[in-house]
């Protein structure tokens, strides 16, 4: 004889609640996964002290001087260690640059400054990528920025 079979609505009902229970610990683990991610996620204002002062405009004539107050963003944890290892670098290669500004009417205005910003950008990523940190900078902000002529 056969054995007896269970009822069609019980077996259903314990395979909905096998597969509610994996669904349920799966929503779990994505979201105890979820803020790992974000710790990396952030902004961080690396400000370079003190402000950059060199002289500016074309050798020759009257001397001009630039004063910038420079602050870089990034956006995670683990830039601000690479950059302040590599700082004195770092700045060289923002004084140098500031340096060989010859034009004042072009670097007074937003343009020349927005120019100054990506090219600073640039320099110093390609010290973060030469030195292998695995890191770069997101923008630099140019939080005082004075030429005095």
Known sequence: MNAPQPPLLTLLFALLLSLGTNAWAQEEGEEAAEPEREENRVTDYIEMEPAF??????????ISYLKATVSLRASSDTTRPAVEAHMPRIRHELVMLFGEQTDLQKISGNEGRQYLSETAKARINAVLEAQQTGEQVDEVLFTEFVIQR
């Open 53 to 62: 002062i060199t002289n500016v405009g074309p050798a020759q004539g009257k």
